[in-house]
């Protein structure tokens, strides 16, 4: 890949960051014709999807799968000695794949003659940075048009040494240094559930402590239920309702003290504590104070609805321009901002962004939820179909699932989709074409659905909504 | 509460201005209907009043700038309300921001900045007469039940998709709706009838070609088109390279009437003085009604003539930014008497640019008197959709022979050009002949009109 040893004086259209939203970005703007400098610490593009997250994670999450599923096949005829698991291995594998598609972009970058510095980047006022690359360079660049692509990072909680070998974040866990005995999770939220179940498979005793009455803040319970039950088995424990009081190293594990909502507190050692609590914008070390850039209350950049800033010629995408922090999105932002650069008419105006959570089962939905129907006093109507009877779902020796619909109970307009099961993940990207579509449950419902295919639950539910 | 002053809607097709004047600042305060700025459409300055007292707060524009119709161009404090002063909670300040603060209309700057295509935003027919809002963030069910290829379409159409109705299933907009809303806005604009392509030629340069370097032979300065002159441009460019026109000339005989003026003026008050273009009018408004082809439009895309039963008559009116064209209703049911009053004032106010641009819609014939300046005839061009328009030349005392000896006579210089797609000739020569007896012996208004 081409990267550029000094740093050029002018860029015509400067990134900064280069995650799914940077690179996207960069790889859409100079198909538009512009001159793009795309600026990142890696020695690759891919950003804390590739590095740290999304990849890493579903690597990790496939090993959890074959394991679990080598245990669970016994109930159907097959036994399998129990797996050794090789951990320099899993994690060479893992590096491979995150190596393999990091380098892709890179000679990618390299192809389309984007000059890549790799250093960071800092205002030095609204039409010129100040960029120091990893090998120690610093100088400046005047720029057209910028968009700010920086991400996020692990919140750690308060009080707690950044560097400790027991206490880690979500970073530190996919490196998997080791399959601690205890592991306790704080936080369960997706990442947090997600890397539980990795550990759980690899044989640590997970335990996940939740603030809220709940797992996944935010989605539907009945979906949350379906993995609920599962997890329960896989977990050695899952406290709800419990605040973390305090937590100190010691020198054979952590010693973690915590709160119910009775207030009754109880101590628990562990060997490794998982602190995955949420992710906060990384905007600190840009100097938008340089800027007339604006933030939210929560620290995301302000955007406007081509991912302007209140400098127009500033653009803001993907984790730092706001809620939810999710590659997918960034994808999008990044193809509305570089179009905007370019000139064209674009708008960031998306019916759906998917949400995934790769736990087994997965979870998935796209569009409006039944809590923020609730919430926002929207009438719908829901078609709830089990898996129970979907032949496919048996056929994979499972039974648990569901598909939810929800529609406008006068148009029978699609609002929402939903789906809790084993490939969730692959069947909401049906719910999103339909949702951008605008479709109506009708055209879901005369859509042929290839059989025996989990698929066909969007189908069989639409079915329950149609009359006539 | 800071009130927030937006741009009125000042006649039906309407969709943006210039801000050509602002006449308060902020920390000013100000009166109910007291002028806050001045913005120019397509042919009239108008000024916006304020809407209640009370103190400037924000100006949102500055002079020079296009705003659309809707726009918010000022923050009023209300006079009320002194309290308001303090500083604005944090959360409403969130709520603006993507909308409008900071950025006078962000959209449009940058959609003309950015965008080639601009006479697609610019030809924009939406009926609430705005711009494209590219600003505003939407997501999941606020926004429009579209496919995303059909909300690109509306986007590069300079459609709002939030005003398109879904013919689809639960209200789904298709691209079909989309085309149609576009068409049945152009046909409201145009008065039915034929439906321009959406990416027509940009105003006023009609079969522009590249111009050579003026500079190579001399100093040259540049200055930009007023709308008055870029419209004027527009309108001409599209009679001359439309309307096969034909000039036919004449003469009237016009002592007693002169006569008759002004010994009617030596009595009159300025309000009411007696011009001879209102004379015109009233002769104009006869000959119209005995000819009611003048009195038409040529709808070539559904093969009909539209034939107007009213009459409306449009005076040329020559005023320091340029030729302004206002209209005279019904011209054929008013007295010379309130024609002269009422073309006085209107004169007067167009020369002061106070007229709003309905007043300049509408017209059916025009009048273009340049008697006053001098010169023996010249060939007026036809303001379409108008059919014909009569040129009037400086009256001159001339000999004329009356079978025993010469007598002088004052002889008005009169030119019809016309449509001859609509108009045989004979029957323009006719046309120009019966106004020129009716002034002749203006018995004749009476007797055929």
Redesign the interface.
């Given at each position: 890949m081409s990267q550029s040893s000094e740093i050029p004086e002018k860029a015509q259209l400067v990134i900064i960051g280069a995650g799914p939203g940077g690179y996207a970005a960069a790889f859409r703007a100079t198909e538009l014709g512009q001159d793009v400098t795309l600026i990142d610490p890696e020695a690759n593009p891919g950003g804390v999807c590739l590095h740290r997250g999304c990849i890493p994670s579903k690597a990790l999450l496939h090993v959890a799968k074959l394991v679990s599923e080598a245990e669970e096949s016994k109930e159907i005829g097959v036994t399998f000695a129990r797996p050794e698991i090789d951990l320099d291995r899993v994690r060479t594998w893992k590096d491979e794949v995150v190596g393999k598609l990091t380098g892709g972009l890179g000679s990618k970058v390299g192809k389309m003659k984007i000059t890549y510095v790799r250093g960071m980047a800092k205002f030095k006022d609204a039409r010129c940075l100040t960029v120091k690359t990893t090998d120690g360079i610093v100088g400046e660049m005047v720029f057209e048009q910028a968009i700010l692509a920086t991400g996020s990072r692990p919140i750690m909680l308060p009080g707690v040494a950044a560097e400790s070998e027991r206490i880690i974040d979500s970073t530190g866990a996919l490196e998997i240094a080791d399959v601690p005995a205890s592991l306790l999770v704080v936080g369960g939220g997706y990442i947090g559930l997600e890397l539980g179940s990795v550990y759980a498979a690899l044989g640590s005793k997970v335990s996940v402590v939740e603030m809220t009455d709940g797992l996944l803040p935010g989605c539907d319970r009945d979906l949350v239920s379906v993995l609920k039950r599962r997890l329960d088995k896989k977990f050695e424990s899952i406290m709800l309702n419990t605040r973390v009081e305090e937590i100190k190293e010691q020198k054979n594990g952590v010693m973690v003290s915590m709160a119910d909502n009775r207030k009754e507190t109880t101590k628990k050692r562990f060997d490794k504590v998982l602190i995955a609590i949420g992710r906060k914008p990384n905007t600190e070390s840009l100097g938008l104070d340089k800027t007339?850039v604006?933030l939210?209350?929560k620290g995301f950049v302000?955007?406007?609805?081509?991912m302007?800033t209140?400098e127009?010629h500033i653009f803001a995408i993907g984790d730092i321009a706001g809620e939810p922090m999710l590659a997918h999105k960034a994808y999008g932002e990044a193809n509305v901002a570089a179009e905007?650069a370019a000139?064209?008419?674009?708008?960031?105006?998306?019916?759906?962004?998917p949400a995934v959570v790769f736990t087994d089962p997965e979870i998935a939905w796209c569009?409006?939820t039944e809590t923020e129907a609730r919430e926002r006093k929207?009438k719908v109507k829901t078609a709830k179909l089990p898996w129970r009877g979907n032949g496919r779902t048996l056929t994979l020796g499972r039974d648990d699932g569901m598909t939810k619909l929800i529609v406008?109970p006068e148009?029978?307009?699609v609002?929402g989709v939903a789906v809790a099961g084993p490939g969730a993940g692959e069947l909401i990207a049906e719910g999103v074409l339909a949702m951008?579509?605008?479709?109506?449950s009708?055209?879901l419902r005369k859509s042929i659905h290839p059989h025996p295919t989990l698929s066909e639950t969007i189908y069989d539910a639409a079915e329950m909504l149609f009359k006539g | 509460m800071k009130q927030e002053i937006k741009v009125p809607e000042v006649s039906e097709g309407v969709t943006e201005g210039t801000v050509v004047d602002i006449s308060v600042a902020v920390g000013d305060a100000v009166e109910v209907d007291q002028t806050l700025l001045e913005f120019e459409t397509d042919k009239a300055v108008i000024a916006i009043p304020s809407p209640q007292e009370g103190k400037v707060a924000e100006i949102k524009v500055a002079v020079g700038d296009s705003v659309p119709i809707g726009a918010v161009i000022m923050l009023l404090e209300s006079a009320a309300s002194p309290a308001d002063e303090a500083p604005v909670p944090e959360q409403q300040v969130e709520q603006e921001q993507p909308e409008e603060a900071e950025k006078p209309s962000p959209s449009i700057a940058e959609v003309k900045k950015a965008e080639p295509l601009k006479e697609a935003a610019q030809d924009e027919p939406s009926a609430a007469a705005e711009q494209i809002d590219l600003v505003t963030v939407r997501r999941g069910d606020r926004v429009a039940p579209a496919a995303p290829s059909v909300r690109r379409l509306a986007r590069d159409l300079g459609v709002d998709i939030y005003q398109v109705q879904g013919t689809g299933p639960g209200g789904r907009i298709s691209e079909g709706d989309v085309r149609d809303f576009v068409r049945v806005t152009m046909q409201r604009i145009t008065g039915g009838g034929s439906v321009p392509a959406v990416h027509g030629e940009f105003p006023g340069l009609h079969a522009q070609r590249p111009l050579p370097d003026f500079s190579k032979w001399g100093e040259v300065s540049r200055e930009p088109l007023s709308r008055i002159r870029e419209l004027t441009a527009d309108a001409m460019g599209y009679a001359w390279s439309t309307i096969p026109m034909v000039t036919q000339y004449d003469q009237a005989q016009v002592s007693e009437i002169e006569a008759f003026r002004q010994e009617y003026n030596r009595r009159a008050i300025s309000e009411n003085r007696l011009t001879m273009t209102a004379i015109l009018v009233k002769v104009c408004a006869a000959a119209l009604k005995a000819f009611p082809r003048f009195n038409s439009s040529l709808d070539l895309a559904s093969k009909e003539l539209v034939l107007k039963q009213y009459i409306h008559i449009g005076v040329a009116v020559d005023t320091p930014a340029g030729l302004l064209v206002p209209v005279l209703r019904d011209a054929d049911r008013k007295g010379i008497e309130t024609l002269a009053l009422e073309l006085n004032e209107i004169a007067e106010k167009t020369r002061e640019r106070k007229i709003g641009p309905d007043v300049m819609e509408g017209g059916t014939f025009t009048i273009s008197n340049l008697g006053g300046v001098g010169g023996t005839s010249f060939t007026p061009i036809v303001y379409a959709p108008q059919v014909a328009i009569l040129g009037v030349s400086t009256a001159t005392l001339q000999p004329e022979w009356d079978g025993e000896q010469f007598v002088p006579r004052l002889i008005m210089p009169l030119s019809l050009t016309y449509d001859h797609r609509v108009i045989d000739g004979a029957d323009g020569a006719r046309f120009l002949r019966w106004i020129c007896e009716a002034l002749d012996n203006p018995l004749q208004l009476v007797m055929k009109g």
């Open positions: 007339s604006k939210d209350k302000e955007v406007d609805g081509q302007r209140a127009a905007a000139g064209r008419k674009a708008v960031f105006d998306p019916r759906a962004i569009g409006l929207i406008d148009t029978d307009r609002l951008e579509m605008a479709v109506v009708e055209d | -």
